[in-house]
């Protein structure tokens, strides 16, 4: 049996590395504020000081955790290019703010969590998970769940 590769879903979003999984993205050198995807063009705060040609950006790593804002469930398929599994399973989303950026990311919810198990507040940390797979790979992103679940 031959296992297949592991790649991103979305190249350069997050890391895996070492079973630590974390969303990658870009920060200003100047005031800090923090983009999630990267940004590479120019800090956007209109209070920032520094110059505003994008020299300022530089490479982040976000905090592996946060605490649940807001959640609900998927339950239809979403539309090209977002690619699901066949047949459709329903699954569960969070928007998580994050313990140190305290900025709100979206993101799948950890397979065996319903609405049900979550609550406004809850901790929450990254997984990796299978977003679907070919012949040739799996494909992954990040995922929340409960921080208990550990």
Not at 134 to 141: F, L
């Amino acid at each position: 049996m031959t296992t297949k590769e592991r790649r991103p879903a979305v190249e350069g979003w997050f890391t895996a590395e070492g079973g630590e999984v974390r969303l990658l993205g870009t920060r200003c050198a100047s005031c800090g504020t923090p983009y999630f995807p990267r940004n590479g063009l120019a800090c956007r705060n209109p209070r920032c000081t520094g110059p505003k040609d994008g020299s300022e950006l530089e490479p982040y790593v976000f905090s592996e955790r946060g605490r649940i804002w807001s959640y609900t469930d998927s339950r239809y398929r979403p539309p090209p290019p977002y690619v699901s599994p066949d047949p459709f399973v329903p699954y569960t989303v969070a928007a998580v703010e994050l313990e140190a950026e305290r900025m709100v990311v979206l993101g799948r919810v950890a397979p065996g969590h319903t609405v049900d198990d979550l609550s406004v507040g809850m901790e929450v940390e990254l997984t990796e998970g299978t977003l679907y797979e070919d012949d040739e790979a799996v494909y992954t992103i990040w995922m929340w769940r409960p921080v208990r679940d550990r």
